[in-house]
């Protein structure tokens, strides 16, 4: 079964924020707020659990991420 556009299109922003979460996290230093810093590493983790949700729903197939979710799945878990 395909996932319609909606479904699509809705996990394309869990997505897309995500990125946005880790990008964030990315540019921490030494000058940046640490609590700050520890609140993008929860969004983005956060976030990139809706988004693996989203790719086993729509029974999402590709080599490479089977690949990757298959050699850490328990870090999928945490």
Excluded at 5 to 34: M, P
Excluded at 58 to 63: A, E, L, Q, V
Aim: net charge negative; glycine share 6%.
């Amino acid at each position: 079964m395909n996932p319609d556009v909606l479904s699509i299109l809705s996990w394309g922003q869990y997505l897309h924020w995500a990125e946005l979460q880790f990008l964030r996290f990315k540019a921490c230093d030494e000058s940046t707020n640490t609590a700050e810093c520890i609140g993008s590493v929860a969004h983005w983790l956060a976030a990139e659990y809706v988004v693996l949700e989203g790719w086993r729903e729509m029974r999402g197939s590709d080599p490479a991420i089977n690949e990757i979710l298959e050699l850490y799945p328990e870090h999928c878990d945490i």
